[in-house]
């Protein structure tokens, strides 16, 4: 990527199309999106940089936070600011993996009978997974399966999946009755962990009035094509990055590995999708070199489903985050 932000240049969408990508339009039109989600969602700025900065990055997202915070409005969203197809999966314990991948059917034409796949709802850009710590760990894997592979099999065939394509799976953490929580090395699978805290007195009293007087929500605008998503993410992986600060990032992920406080750390994954990140954010904040301050701005998300607290630092009422903070501070 050049250092002006003003070249054009042909870039390949991910799909083997070619498109003629001007870099300022493409990442004013993903500054868009960001004005188009605020419409419908108040406040949560850091929680919407996070989301961009996942999507721009080809990743999948964990979002976690208490029932009623909006989490589902706010990927519908995106979806609808990027004009992609979107699709809900609320999950059960009675879910069953082709419940989401899809099935074979019988179709009938005159005497003739024939199996015909019938895609599940996984066949979308978007795809929300709501309460994912609900399904079965059987139905989880084939979630996650897809989530890794892009691509679906049944009856011996390969379907593949739409580009892009992300999960953006849900869970709370309260109410954990009936639940069947991720293992680690499943959520090492998400690019990112998106914590969703409850907003300000005055950014609730101005959700109130949006949703609970009778106004209408401002039509969202859909200002970035899939295909132009798709440029965007060819073009945030071509951001340079410089040799001090990607060696930092590497030795904020290895330091996880050597902290007393941890029982386990984080793997090169994490050090792959810290510099990720902060290419992404870089592209998303409008820029075209990657800063420590990107990293840095990453550490939390990009770590915090990736360590294991020590008991002790359990028993002491530490988080993994505090423990992300104190090692980037110390970076």
Request: net charge negative; charged share 30%.
């Amino acid at each position: 990527m050049s250092d002006r932000n003003t070249d054009r240049g042909a870039q390949t969408d991910g799909a083997g199309e070619t498109v003629e990508a001007d870099v300022d339009e493409l990442q004013a039109r993903v500054a868009r999106v960001r004005e188009e989600v605020g419409k419908r969602i108040v406040g949560q700025r850091e929680v919407v940089e996070q989301l961009l900065v996942c999507i721009v990055a080809d990743g999948n997202a964990l979002l976690e936070s208490n029932p009623g915070l909006g989490k589902t409005t706010l990927v519908r969203t995106v979806a609808d600011a990027t004009d992609l197809s979107f699709s809900r999966i609320q999950n059960t314990p009675d879910l069953m993996p082709s419940d989401i991948t899809g099935t074979e059917i019988i179709q009938e034409s005159g005497d003739r009978r024939e199996f015909v796949f019938e895609k599940g709802p996984i066949f979308a850009n978007v795809v929300l997974a709501d309460e994912i710590n609900r399904a079965t760990p059987k139905t989880q894997a084939a979630m996650l399966e897809a989530m890794q592979e892009r691509q679906v099999t049944a009856a011996g065939d390969t379907y593949q999946l739409p580009r892009p394509f992300f999960v953006l799976a849900t869970q709370n953490p309260i109410d954990q009755g009936g639940t069947y929580p991720l293992p680690e090395a499943q959520t090492d699978r998400f690019l990112l962990k998106i914590v969703v805290d409850y907003p300000g007195r005055g950014e609730e009293r101005d959700i109130v009035r949006l949703y609970a007087e009778g106004r209408e929500p401002e039509a969202v605008d859909r200002v970035l094509s899939a295909r132009e998503l798709r440029a965007v993410q060819s073009l945030a992986r071509d951001i340079p990055v410089a040799d001090d600060v990607r060696d930092r990032a590497i030795d904020l992920a290895r330091a996880t590995r050597e902290d007393d406080r941890l029982e386990f750390g984080a793997s090169p994954r994490a050090s792959m999708a810290l510099v990720l990140t902060a290419k992404a954010r870089a592209f998303v904040e409008g820029r075209s070199h990657v800063s420590w301050e990107d990293v840095a701005a990453m550490a939390e998300p990009v770590l915090r489903h990736r360590v294991i607290l020590d008991f002790r630092a359990e028993r002491e009422g530490m988080t993994p985050d505090d423990v992300v903070a104190d090692l980037v501070d110390e970076a």
